[in-house]
């Protein structure tokens, strides 16, 4: 029997009373806390938070407003929309004013690291665009055993996030060094002089296709069963593209200027991201900074992907880069036999997998150390609840 158990045995056999988050919680608004400036720079001093995943957007020379937080007094900062989180223990100010900051209230007998720790067992996604706090997240509640149980687990989940924290450094240290090494192989395999040919890609195609965006304002045009990719969908997809984040309608397709991409060709980005290609693994339909390419048989879609990641196309543009189509069509791709494309195509995609595929290699050994930080968390967290 661990210590918690014997705690929970001696001091609530019968279970541990549970409580509403907004009665344990109290919340600020982030008015006065906000920078008037996004002019960051790694030379100021202050940090900007935000609650979403970035976390650290830049550092601030504002002086006025900052909210005084420390180690002896952090505070949770709580994104009103999405409901990520974050302890925060350092000084800082804020992006926007959705956000909420949360203490504990004075005469409520909990320790705020435990709160914290109960609040990341709340298995909640809003699934609309809404303030949370106030309306659903408050209402949610936590056990609060007694405070020699709530000081134990705290100790051992500050010590397994300790742990967690410097394994996931090694492993995504690891990681990058993998990603450096693949790409190493992928440019050498990928480098060729004048032992191969050498052709424009324009010599390369048979058909070079745009795309559009149906009219937000008609309704009827979305939400249909037909993918149509955006230049997010590209860039979050890896070398084949399956999925999107948008689906339009027949009707859609019939009244925009875009164009559905048949699986086994290439979508290429031209604005924003130029240069960045993918194989389409599916029939799907692309939006006006996009360009499908129907490629010559004497050249893989694959290779072809993979060699685009070798070359700094830039593009032209002050604030969004783009590229032409001619400018796209004059840019050389090599041309070895399809035998040795294939052959190199081979190799990338299994160094591909093992760099990038979750369920393969390092990504899958960090995920696992993930889940099962969550799980024991969670075991910790889990009560007899007191009737």
Not at 275 to 302: M, P, S, Y
């Amino acid at each position: 029997m661990n210590k918690v158990e014997e705690l929970i045995q001696q001091l609530c056999p019968e279970g541990v009373e549970y409580k509403e988050l907004g009665d344990v919680l109290d919340y600020e608004q982030p008015t006065k806390y906000i920078v008037e400036s996004t002019s960051y720079h790694n030379d100021h001093e202050t940090p900007v938070l935000t609650a979403g995943q970035s976390f650290i957007l830049g550092y601030t020379d504002e002086t006025a407003g900052i909210y005084e937080a420390s180690k002896e007094i952090p505070v949770i900062i709580f994104d009103d929309f999405t409901t990520s989180f974050h302890w925060v223990d350092f000084s800082f100010k804020v992006k926007s004013s959705a956000m909420k900051m949360l203490r504990p209230k004075i005469d409520v007998d909990v320790i705020f690291r435990f709160v914290y720790f109960a609040m990341r067992c709340v298995d909640y996604n809003p699934q609309d665009h809404a303030r949370q706090w106030i309306s659903v997240y408050s209402k949610f509640q936590i056990p609060i055993p007694p405070l020699p149980i709530q000081q134990e687990i705290v100790s051992i989940l500050d010590k397994f996030t300790q742990l967690e924290a410097e394994l996931e450094a090694e492993l995504e240290a690891e990681l990058e060094a993998r990603k450096k090494q693949y790409e190493y192989y992928r440019n050498e395999l990928l480098t060729f002089g004048d032992e191969v040919e050498w052709k424009t890609l324009g010599e390369c195609v048979v058909m070079n296709i745009g795309g559009g965006t149906p009219s937000k304002a008609k309704p009827e045009y979305w939400n249909g069963i037909i993918p149509w990719a955006s230049v997010k969908d590209v860039v979050n997809c890896g070398t084949i593209i399956n999925e999107t984040q948008d689906f339009i309608t027949e009707e859609g397709l019939k009244n925009s200027p875009c164009n559905i991409i048949p699986k086994g060709n290439i979508i290429i980005i031209t604005r924003i991201n130029p240069g960045l290609a993918v194989v389409t693994g599916k029939e799907i339909a692309i939006n006006q900074d996009l360009r499908g390419l129907f490629l010559k048989n004497f050249l893989d879609e694959k290779f072809l992907v993979y060699f685009f990641q070798t070359i700094n196309i830039g593009g032209k543009g002050t604030t969004v880069k783009g590229i032409s189509i001619d400018e796209l069509e004059r840019i050389k791709i090599p041309i070895p036999p399809l035998a040795e494309q294939e052959r190199i195509v081979n190799i990338l995609d299994k160094f591909d997998a093992l760099v990038n595929d979750i369920s393969i290699g390092l990504p899958a050994e960090i995920e696992a150390r993930r889940k099962q930080y969550e799980y024991y968390r969670g075991k910790l967290l889990t009560f007899k609840k007191y009737e």
